[in-house]
């Protein structure tokens, strides 16, 4: 069963806002570049433009495998075994008496 | 870790009755232990005694931090800097409001003042104010709620979306270890300024602020370097009357400069950056270089050390700022090499890191951080220790007290 989760406002439409409300600034401040709707539309401007910023930089950070990870790590695509689960696994190998499989060993040792 | 504060009733005839104090609120870590002796001597006492221990979890244990910063909430460096040196990493509140300015740790959790707006954005408009204006903040509801959780009990706290610009629904937060309060006022109303265990201003000056500004937001369709400047020098006003008053009640300023090592730099790469002090603040002791109290200057390469240009200047000394007896520790320039990073921790005292190293390693736990080359990364993270210390500070003298009350 798909959980519907809010999905966030994409980047764009953030970009159009600022624009907008650097737009909206010229009509506000046109009549008196010191009064408050002036200075309330440079803060608009401020504030959309932190916001835009913001989403850049979690659109830059989104991996959507380690998104998809955090709030399923019990698939198969996000697993993840410690060293000792490793161990145990590769010397069933090693007991063959192989060297090709003690190799294989070592190298899962070390990470 | 439990706080039990210990009753004891004493009663004249042989049968005691427990009751349970009906002030104190019930949350779901309270559990109530009662423990019941009678002694068979009634002696010049003349009765039995009975003792009821409640023994509750997280309550009144919440230490509060205000920050106050201009740059948005809870997404600073700042924040995550502070919360890494706690461990974990910090993340809105899974399955709410994506656009939740929240953030939650195990141990810590960021509230952004922004979400204390009573007027939204058409709301301001209509008005003329900006968010700066205390008019567009509701420091009641800021007040009740800081307290509530400081005193471990849940609130609903409402949502500021700065996409829409609306207030959107309520979201639940629990009264968490840490509460860090960031945004524009933490220290405006003087009732909110007495719950904050210890407070932070961060200070950027117009020179540093317009160089990131030009970095961050060129790239943003719409912005011409006349309108980024505009922007910033329209807020001034507003800024100056509300927000930077603040300063003289923080009991730590970072303060972020243009350097001095490069003449005419006009960039904001390289940083001039000043952790102002307070002096005789509880459970924070001021770091130092070499010896506390007198002034040094310090440039710390030469012969063992080999930096390049433009270079590290330390100073360090005792100041006075807005009246009050302060530290100032400053350092300009910025680091190149890891050994340079740790040359320079092992010649600060009072660090309060749990070991030889524990700077540098946070530094580099977050090089990608904007400032980790600099003092405002060194700074902010040397804060952050200094919180960590404060917290288990009070959290020790929370419980020792108790134990003494049971003594008696």
């Known amino acids: 069963m798909q959980v519907m989760k809010p999905v966030r406002a994409a980047p764009d439409s953030i970009s159009e806002k600022v624009e907008k409300s650097v737009k909206e600034v010229q009509e506000a401040c046109s009549d008196d570049p010191v009064s408050g709707e002036c200075v309330a539309a440079w803060d608009e401007v401020k504030e959309l433009s932190a916001a835009a910023s913001h989403a850049r930089d979690k659109k830059k950070d989104n991996d959507p495998l380690e998104n998809y990870c955090k709030d399923n790590p019990k698939t198969d695509e996000c697993r993840t075994y410690d060293n000792g689960s490793i161990i145990y696994i590769m010397t069933s190998f090693f007991v063959f008496g192989d060297e090709k499989f003690g190799v294989v060993l070592k190298l899962f040792l070390s990470c | ?408």
Not at chain 2, 66 to 71: E, I, K, P, Q
Not at chain 2, 193 to 215: G, H, P, T
């Open chain 2, 1 to 408: 870790m439990a706080v039990c504060p210990v009753y004891t009733t004493q009663s004249l005839n042989s049968t005691c009755s427990i009751s349970t104090p009906s002030k104190t609120h019930f949350s779901s870590h309270h559990n109530h232990l009662v423990f019941y002796r009678t002694s068979k001597r009634t002696s010049k006492r003349g009765g039995s005694s009975s003792c009821v221990i409640t023994c509750s979890a997280g309550d009144s244990q919440t230490v509060v931090i205000g920050l106050a910063a201009d740059s948005g909430c809870g997404k600073s460096t700042f924040m995550r800097r502070l919360t890494s040196v706690f461990g974990g990493a910090a993340e809105p509140p899974k399955g709410g409001n994506p656009d939740s300015n929240t953030l939650i740790s195990d141990m810590t959790t960021v509230i952004c003042l922004d979400d204390y707006h009573s007027l939204d954005r058409t709301g301001r408009k209509e008005k003329g104010v900006t968010a700066l204006d205390p008019r567009a903040n509701d420091f009641d509801l800021m007040y009740e709620q800081v307290k509530a959780l400081k005193s471990g009990i849940a609130v609903d706290k409402p949502i500021y979306n700065h996409v829409s610009g609306l207030l959107d629904p309520p979201e639940l937060i629990k009264p968490p270890k840490i509460l860090v309060i960031e945004g524009l006022h933490p220290m405006f109303d003087e009732r909110v300024r007495d719950l904050l265990d210890f407070s932070i201003y961060l200070d950027i000056s117009n020179e540093v602020k317009f160089a990131w500004k030009i970095q961050r937001d060129m790239a943003e369709r719409g912005h011409s370097l006349e309108s980024i400047k505009a922007s910033i020098e329209a807020r001034k006003p507003d800024f100056d009357a509300f927000i930077d008053p603040q300063k003289q009640y923080a009991d730590a300023v970072i303060e972020v400069l243009p350097t001095q090592l490069i003449p005419d730099d006009n960039e904001g790469k390289v940083l001039r950056v000043r952790l102002i002090m307070k002096e005789g603040v509880e459970h924070f002791s001021p770091v130092y270089l070499f010896d506390e109290g007198s002034t040094i200057s310090w440039i710390p390469c030469g012969r063992k050390l080999t930096c390049s240009y433009p270079g590290i200047k330390f100073s360090y000394g005792p100041d006075t700022y807005f009246g009050r007896e302060v530290s100032v520790l400053e350092m300009d320039g910025q680091f190149d090499r890891l050994d340079e990073l740790i040359y320079v921790e092992s010649h600060l005292s009072n660090l309060s890191t749990k070991f030889y190293g524990e700077v540098t390693q946070q530094m580099l736990k977050h090089a990608d951080f904007p400032g980790s080359n600099n003092g405002t990364g060194l700074f902010q993270t040397i804060v952050g220790l200094k919180i960590r210390d404060l917290y288990e500070q009070i959290t020790a003298s929370k419980t020792a007290a108790p134990l003494q009350a049971t003594k008696a």
